[in-house]
């Protein structure tokens, strides 16, 4: 039986909330092993002059502990 545990990570990027999700899966596997999924649960941007300068996603990545 196989046991799993869930870290929350916040990534941002200047080009898109596609590219905020792989920075931050990106930089998660650098330390976790065993990722088996992730889950946005939110995206949020920040705004300067009217226009979008970062886009900010926050997830949880699942994966699984080693015995």
Do not use: P
């Not at 039986?1 to 916040?10: C, Y």
């Not at 088996?36 to 920040?46: C, F, N, P, R, T």
């Amino acid at each position: 039986m196989a046991v799993a545990r869930v870290s929350k990570i916040t990534a941002a990027s200047s080009k898109g909330f596609h590219e905020a999700v792989n920075e931050g899966l990106r930089r998660a596997a650098k330390t976790l092993r065993g990722i088996s999924g992730l889950e946005i649960v939110s995206q949020k941007a920040k705004v300067v002059n009217s226009k979008i300068t970062e886009y900010r996603v926050s997830m949880e990545v699942t994966f699984i502990l080693e015995d």
